[in-house]
C-alpha cells in the first residue's frame, strides 16, 4: 500500500487512540518492526513505510555520501516529507497521540524530524546517529524520548548518542537513556525497556 509516497504496512486501530510509526534500519523493510508494533500497542493504528531511498538495493529514508555522513538536502527533503506523511496519516485515523520508533538510519529520521517539527509526544530512537549540531529550535516541553545504544556500536559512537540526549534535554524533552554493553545489534534489555516506555499509551 501506498500513500503520499511511501510503500508501507498499516493496522488501523480504534480511534482516539495513539498512533505508533516503526521506522526500519538500512536494509530493512515495512514488515522490521510491524509486529512488533502491533504487540506494544494492540489498540493504536500502527503505520510502517519502507524507505523510499535505495543505497545499492537497500531502502532507506535518505541519502548519505558516506558512513556517518549524511546529504543534508536530501534529509530536510525527508524530514518534510516524513512529517507529512505522519500528520495526514494520524488526522485521518483521529489519532489521541503520535508515537515512534526506530532503529538506526529509522531512529535517524525519526529523531530528525522530532527535533524540526516536535510532532511526536514520545519516541524511542534505537542506535541513532546526528553526527551534526542540529539547531536550537521549539521547545520539546512534554515530548518523552527513550533512546537506546550500545557502548561500543562503531556505527552510532557512544559520544555520539550522548550529544544526542544532551541536545534533547536542553530543549526540554523528558530523554532516559538505556546502554547495553554491545555494538550496533539490539539487546534483549532495549526490547525491555521499550516495552516499559509504551505501557503508559
Known amino acids: 500500500m501506498t500513500e503520499t509516497g511511501y510503500v508501507h504496512r498499516l493496522h488501523a486501530g480504534a480511534p482516539h487512540r495513539p498512533i505508533l510509526l516503526v521506522l526500519h534500519g538500512t536494509g530493512g523493510d515495512e514488515n522490521q518492526f510491524f509486529d512488533f508494533g502491533r504487540r506494544l500497542l494492540p489498540e493504536a493504528t500502527v503505520l510502517s513505510p519502507r524507505g523510499d531511498v535505495s543505497e545499492h538495493g537497500a531502502a532507506r529514508f535518505f541519502r548519505r555520501t558516506g558512513e556517518g555522513v549524511y546529504d543534508m538536502a536530501d534529509l530536510s527533503r525527508a524530514t518534510e516529507k516524513m512529517a507529512a506523511y ?13 508515537l515512534g520508533l526506530g532503529f538506526s538510519n529509522g531512529a535517524n529520521i525519526l529523531a530528525n524530524v522530532l527535533i524540526e517539527k516536535g510532532i511526536f509526544d514520545a519516541a524511542v530512537l534505537m542506535h541513532p546517529l546526528i553526527p551534526f549540531q542540529p539547531e536550537a529550535q521549539a521547545t520539546l ?47 534483549p534489555l532495549e526490547i525491555n525497556a521499550v516495552r516499559d516506555f509504551f505501557s503508559g499509551y
Not at 86 to 98: D, M, R
Request: charged letters at 25%; zero cysteines.
Open 86 to 98: 505522519v500528520k495526514a496519516l494520524a488526522e485521518k485515523h483521529q489519532a489521541s497521540q503520535i
Open 141 to 187: 516541553a512534554g515530548r518523552k524520548v527513550l533512546v537506546t545504544a550500545g557502548q561500543r556500536d562503531p556505527i552510532a559512537p557512544a559520544p555520539m548518542t550522548e550529544a544526542l540526549s544532551e541536545h534533547l534535554k536542553d530543549r526540554g524533552a523528558d530523554v532516559r537513556t538505556v546502554w547495553h554493553p554491545g555494538g550496533h545489534e539490539i539487546a
